[in-house]
């Protein structure tokens, strides 16, 4: 027989909460191996007596067989000094010092719980809410590190003879299951309605007759609370949308079944899979051609062609949409912009303002998440995720990355933002934390960094923030760096959308030219103009600003982006044939604003501005109420085109491969002028797209760059990525963002890229 020797076995990645040690006992013990396995701060800990070439076996079985959920980031197998060891354990969590690990996000039911809900015989039939390891809060939940039920707000809840027995059976799936209860052991519904809070509440179906009576109900998820109402009654959705200070922002569905919902829209199997998801993300769909669906679609997304649908994916939301059997309304619970409300009290407070009832649960959400939102193009079903929170975010692994030891805070920018934190070599980015603005969004913004700080007590070597002086982001950097003596460094917010694409798609010791193609609303440049439609080239760690759009001047702030007649106006003012636009001003405007346009010494080069220009022009959106608006229209008005043209017949403003010289106001005048013809609104719209995805390519075969990436909120266009595809597929080695969003989202990642790569 060969002599038994001792094995150490470490596991780093996502390995907590998602049915690891039970994966690893069961493993064990099915090949009588002795020892024990251990979670601690820093991943799972096992060791074992075995021979030589097994433990390489068992190493290679962890690989491949462990559970859906987890990801492995690293395993290392050493021999270590002999033990003898006479069964095999679970020894209970430790915590050790160095704080390494990575966090696991909320996932929705899995299939399993799905079942037992359903079925009589079950001790959980119909509980609102069943867990197992493989599904259930985690990142909402936990308080502190390790994950443990002590360290979760699961720790009220005492659970019962039968829940402990699953519990501490290593066998069972519920086996160290945190978020374990049952009917017997339960966390409890109540209902708040008419100034009353009723406790102990059980009838879902007085719920769903609310619904149908045309009632607001606010209910608490796992992120926060969510508003709902029915989808198919317009009057109620108009209600909401005027207490809620939402006139056309469009509003997330929740759909009671994928096979009705595929009736409704254009569903292929990259969005049939994603909804159904662990994540669980609103997915963005194209309504069906002239489809009579019995949702309310005007009041739900005005003058688009898509919406965003989400499956239910807590067991409450099942449960209740199983009784209504029809889609409904569910946006984040909050006033106009600001932060989700996660809070019983502040629901209460201020919820009850909009909601008819709100229905409550005393199991306590700590991290405030919003649903995470992924939309795939038409044609090649190129994947985008629009928003990373709930289901997605924290972790962000890329092993193709090298990372240093140093720890790092990337603030991110203001608009659409998020922190990046680099400890032990770990990225973490924090879910999409709104616009900061806000006071209340600032507030959420602390608040996360603060309970990532109290998570994993970094020792801060130094602070990253934008260059712009102003954001919420930049000063809140500048006082931790001064509070901790630390360095803080300012990051030019267009090359940080770069270095996050090259980032993403590990592209930074590639030799050749990569050109980035960074297009978005705002941001300042090193020049101190208001940047946005940027071309930069990377070469092994040198970044060069090479070429951008014509700039146009920029006046009057904010009010500009909220306002696409004025972009219309910067960029047509001193044209001749400018009626179509002096007709959107009165004589005073028009002359006050041409001043401002005489004095200013302020320019741009935002895409997102033409964007605005364009939709003031041929569609009269001429305010917005939302950011993005008028771009999401005009991507609309060109997507009709497309649905009834041939995609393959491209018509560009483009006539010869030359790049123009003031493209901007090129494209401006031809538009106009093909209004003047007479030329349909979706047709001109198209055709804007199509200029746009030829200019690029134009401009990448010009610099002679095999690859090419993008960056920037103007790629959340599916359109745009579609044609930019047809364009340049054949040529041009193309790179978009992966798992973070093109918008400003990805700042602080990209800040944290640029600080480690660029060589300047
Ligand atoms: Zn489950
Ligand atoms: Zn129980």
């Known amino acids: 027989m060969i002599p038994l020797r001792t094995f150490h076995i470490h596991i780093k990645g996502i390995v907590q909460g998602v049915g690891f040690r039970p994966f690893i006992y069961k493993l064990f013990i099915s090949h009588k191996l002795k020892g024990w396995v251990n979670n601690t701060t820093d991943g799972v800990h096992i060791q074992f007596n075995t021979t030589k070439e097994f433990s390489n076996n068992i190493l290679h079985i962890i690989r491949e067989k462990s559970p859906k959920l987890a990801v492995i980031t690293s395993i290392f197998l050493e021999e270590v000094s002999f033990s003898k060891y006479s069964d095999f354990k679970i020894i209970q969590s430790t915590f050790h010092e160095r704080t390494t690990q990575l966090l696991t996000p909320d996932y929705a039911m899995c299939e399993n719980c799905s079942k037992e809900l359903n079925a009589k015989e079950n001790k959980r039939y119909q509980y609102p809410f069943i867990t197992c390891t493989n599904c259930g809060p985690r990142f909402s939940i936990i308080r502190s590190l390790p994950y443990d039920r002590i360290t979760t707000t699961m720790d009220n809840f005492v659970m019962c003879d039968s829940c402990n027995k699953e519990y501490e059976n290593p066998m069972d799936r519920r086996y160290f299951s945190q978020t374990n209860s049952c009917p017997e052991c339960a966390i409890e519904l109540s209902l708040y309605e008419n100034g009353e809070l009723q406790g102990n509440f059980t009838d879902l179906d007085y719920i769903v007759k609310q619904w149908q009576k045309g009632k607001i109900v606010a209910i608490k998820g796992i992120g926060g609370y969510i508003l709902t109402c029915d989808a198919t009654n317009a009057d109620v959705i108009n209600r909401l949308r005027k207490l809620k200070n939402r006139p056309t922002k469009p509003l997330a569905l929740l759909y009671h079944d994928i096979y009705e919902l595929a009736e409704d829209v254009e569903m292929g199997i990259g969005e049939k899979i994603e909804l159904e998801e662990p994540s669980s993300p609103i997915v963005l769909l194209n309504i069906k051609k002239d489809r009579m669906t019995p949702i309310a679609l005007d009041e739900i997304a005005p003058n688009l062609n898509h919406i965003g649908v989400m499956m239910p994916y807590t067991p409450l939301y099942k449960l209740l949409l199983d009784k209504f059997k029809k889609p409904i309304v569910a946006t984040s619970g909050n006033i106009s912009n600001s932060t989700i409300i996660y809070q019983d009290k502040k629901a209460i407070k201020e919820l009850s303002k909009i909601a008819d009832l709100i229905l409550l649960n005393n199991r306590q959400i700590v991290v405030p998440q919003d649903d995470s939102v992924v939309c795939y193009s038409f044609i090649k079903y190129y994947r985008t995720v629009i928003r990373r929170s709930r289901g997605l975010a924290p972790s962000y692994i890329n092993p193709d990355l090298i990372l240093p030891k140093s720890s790092v805070l990337a603030m991110g920018s203001m608009l659409k933002s998020s922190f990046t934190l680099l400890n032990h070599q770990n990225i973490y980015i924090s879910q999409y934390l709104g616009n900061t603005e806000n006071f209340e969004a600032e507030n959420n913004y602390k608040n996360t960094l603060s309970h990532f700080e109290d998570l994993f007590q970094p020792k801060l070597d130094i602070v990253l923030i934008d260059k712009h002086p102003n954001y919420f982001t930049t000063i809140f950097g500048k006082e931790i760096a001064d509070r901790k003596n630390i360095r803080s460094i300012e990051i030019q917010h267009h090359k940080a959308h770069f270095f996050a694409v090259l980032g993403e798609n590990a592209l930074f010791n590639s030799k050749d030219k990569i050109l980035g193609v960074v297009w978005d609303g705002t941001g300042l440049g090193d020049d101190g103009n208001i940047w946005g439609g940027e071309f930069f080239t990377y070469q092994q760690g040198k970044t060069e600003r090479i070429h951008h759009v014509d700039e146009f001047p920029f006046i009057l702030g904010d009010k500009m982006p909220k306002e696409p007649r004025i972009s219309a106006f910067v960029m047509t003012s001193h044209m001749e044939n400018n009626k179509i636009v002096k007709d959107k001003f009165s004589k005073t405007e028009w002359q006050i604003y041409q001043t401002l346009v005489n004095k200013t010494p302020l320019k741009s080069t935002s895409i997102g501005r033409l964007f605005d220009a364009v939709a ?59 209004i003047g013809k007479g030329y349909e609104k979706d047709f001109i719209a198209a055709k804007f797209h199509i200029s746009l995805a030829h200019y690029i390519s134009i401009v990448a075969g010009q610099i002679q760059a095999k690859k090419v990436t993008f960056s920037g909120g103007v790629f959340q266009n599916q359109l745009l990525i579609e044609l930019l595809i047809s364009f340049m597929d054949d040529d041009f080695e193309l790179y978009f963002h992966k798992e973070l969003p093109p918008n400003d989202e990805n700042i602080s990642f990209g800040q944290l890229m640029y600080y480690i790569y660029n060589q300047d």
Do not use: C, W
């Open 616 to 674: 003031s022009i041929i569609l009269n959106v001429d305010m917005q109420t939302y950011e993005g608006e008028a771009a999401m229209q005009l991507e609309s008005a060109a997507h009709r085109y497309f649905r009834t043209n041939n995609f393959t017949k491209f018509y560009s403003y483009l006539k010869s491969n030359d790049i123009p010289k003031n493209f901007v106001e090129y494209l401006i005048k031809n538009i106009i002028s093909d």
